[in-house]
């Protein structure tokens, strides 16, 4: 059952990105960061939590996942650091998929070569 809440709630999320996509002049890369703010916010207010209670990898995984972790990495860090960390605590909770995504871009441009737009 969790794998069904899992798909479905990430599902939406796309469903959502494909029809912002095609219905508005939004560009991909605008959805995306939208995404990632509207994690952040919802994360911080704490509206995200349960979603990610209810749908687990559906809802962390996607970019709005990523903002909920920076909001979460930055709560975390100014109970335990203070002031300091909010600039830390967002790097902290995510460095791992940061590096992850850094480490894959470089591998993917060893193994392909890049070409011009005809």
């Given at each position: 059952m969790e794998y069904l809440k899992a798909f479905l709630v990430g599902g939406l999320f796309c469903l959502i990105g494909q029809i912002l996509i095609d219905k508005t002049k939004l560009?991909?890369?605008?959805?995306?960061?939208s995404y990632v703010v509207l994690g952040v916010i919802l994360g911080g207010v704490?509206?995200?939590?349960?979603?990610?209670?209810?749908?687990?990898?559906?809802?962390?995984?996607?970019l709005t996942g990523f903002g909920y972790n920076i909001a979460?990495?930055?709560k975390e860090a100014i109970q335990t650091d203070g002031f300091l960390g909010i600039l830390t605590g967002g790097?902290?909770?995510t460095a791992g998929g940061i590096t992850?995504?850094?480490i894959a871009g470089l591998i993917a441009?060893?193994?392909?070569?890049?070409k011009d737009k005809a």
């Open positions: 560009t991909p890369a605008r959805i995306l960061v704490g509206l995200y939590e349960p979603l990610v209670e209810f749908a687990g990898a559906g809802a962390t995984v996607p979460k990495g930055v790097l902290k909770a992850a995504a850094i441009s060893f193994l392909f070569k890049a």
